[in-house]
């Protein structure tokens, strides 16, 4: 007889391994694994994964290629509204985890799957992810989640690997660490608590580069095409090139504290050089190009967006109208932004665009104005402020009280 297919969601990594072991032999599904890259493997990290797949007894494994689709649907979007969420974390794993899931629910169609599964634990963000995305989906397949079910820690699904003769690199297992096109995620020991920052050896990108570096970005109508003068086919892989550049700097190294979705308190690591460099680049480029009540709208509904697409609503519809929104923002953002690379650090040194309304045509701030006079603004301010005087008139105390 035939058994059951399910559909994995699979990396390598410690938790998808036990998955697929479990899955397999103690409870007798054909494991079909499915790994989406977003742009965190190599062809050679595919080729590895794949053949690690196969020897945990999987019946079939696919690698599918995701990274300009990401972009597309999720990255663009996050970069036009500069998301950074709590003012520090570009949204790495969290965009990630929903393009993957709308890939691994396709995939479960396709294979007549009768059950589909993820490696996520039953304390993070990813679970509601997933299971968002599969309720929507494929909402007549069960979710089998073996690391959440059974409330394994890392310990114990290394004990019943080691047991099972599985070989790889438990050391390295011992921190968790997600890598895609919009940055890399580090968890470990040092952030299940509140203080304690993680070790070098912890950082998947060692640093290496020294001394000062300026770079040029050019952007055309929010997204960006060219580096140092070089033009892509595509931004996602102007985003590789540029972490690869700029990642050995030790730029764009953090650690996040937010609310997750379940309502605790979380902290995680994160590397996103290329992330973090393109989005203060752009956003220099819109404080030069947009309008003030442009940039007003922007970030609150850029923030709105951020925290939804975090919280796993992707496929809410008022997703897909803030998403026009930001694109037709972008219709002026184009130009270059010039940077400094520095260890650790980086700034923008400033801009050129066709569009900047610095232009000295117009006057310059603090030193002289071409497009009005003195008495101009005697006027202006008196009306600007007549509302206020009013009232301050009106609300002043008089002799007789």
Not at 110 to 115: C, D, T, Y
Not at 210 to 219: A, K, N, R
Not at 293 to 307: H, I, M, R, S, V
């Amino acid at each position: 007889m035939s058994k059951p297919i399910v559909v994995l969601g699979f990396s390598g990594g410690l938790d998808t391994t036990f998955c697929a072991l479990y899955l397999s032999r103690d409870l007798g599904y054909d494991v079909h694994s499915v790994l989406v890259n977003t742009g965190g493997f190599s062809a050679e990290d595919l080729e590895k994964i794949s053949a690690h797949a196969h020897s945990l007894g999987v019946a079939s494994h696919t690698n599918m290629d995701a990274v300009e689709s990401y972009y597309n649907q999720m990255v663009r979007f996050l970069l036009y509204g500069n998301v950074l969420k709590n003012n520090t974390y570009p949204l790495s794993v969290s965009a990630e985890r929903l393009s993957q899931a709308l890939y691994i629910a396709e995939h479960a169609k396709k294979m007549g799957a009768v059950a589909v599964a993820h490696g996520s634990t039953g304390a993070g963000n990813d679970q509601v992810r997933f299971d968002m995305v599969f309720n929507t989906l494929v909402p007549n397949l069960p979710i089998l989640t073996p690391i959440r079910d059974l409330q394994l820690s890392r310990e114990a699904e290394i004990t019943y690997l080691k047991a099972a003769g599985v070989n790889m690199n438990f050391e390295k297992a011992a921190y968790s660490i997600n890598k895609g096109l919009w940055g890399t995620s580090v968890g470990g020991r040092e952030t299940l608590q509140s203080n304690g920052w993680l070790p070098e050896s912890a950082w998947p990108t060692q640093v290496t580069a020294s001394g000062e570096q300026e770079l040029v970005i050019e952007f055309y109508k929010g997204d960006p095409i060219a580096l140092n003068g070089q033009a892509f086919d595509h931004p996602a892989v102007l985003v590789q090139a540029l972490q690869a550049l700029a990642g050995p700097y030790g730029i764009g190294r953090d650690i996040h504290v937010g609310d997750t979705i379940i309502g605790i308190k979380g902290r995680v690591g994160f590397e996103a050089a290329a992330p973090m460099l393109l989005i203060k680049a752009h956003h220099a480029l819109e404080k030069h190009v947009l309008s003030k009540w442009q940039l007003n709208w922007k970030d609150q509904l850029a923030q709105f967006y951020g925290n939804w697409m975090h919280e796993g609503q992707i496929l809410d519809p008022v997703m897909r109208n803030i998403e026009a929104f930001l694109l037709s923002s972008q219709d002026k953002v184009s130009g270059k932004v010039f940077l400094a690379l520095h260890p650790y650090r980086f700034h923008v040194l400033g801009i050129e665009s066709p569009n900047d309304l610095m232009s000295a045509r117009f006057g310059q701030y603090g030193e002289m104005n071409k497009g009005w006079t003195g008495e101009d603004v005697r006027g202006f301010t008196k009306i600007f402020g007549n509302q206020v005087s009013m009232i301050h008139h009106l609300q002043q105390p008089t002799d007789e009280n």
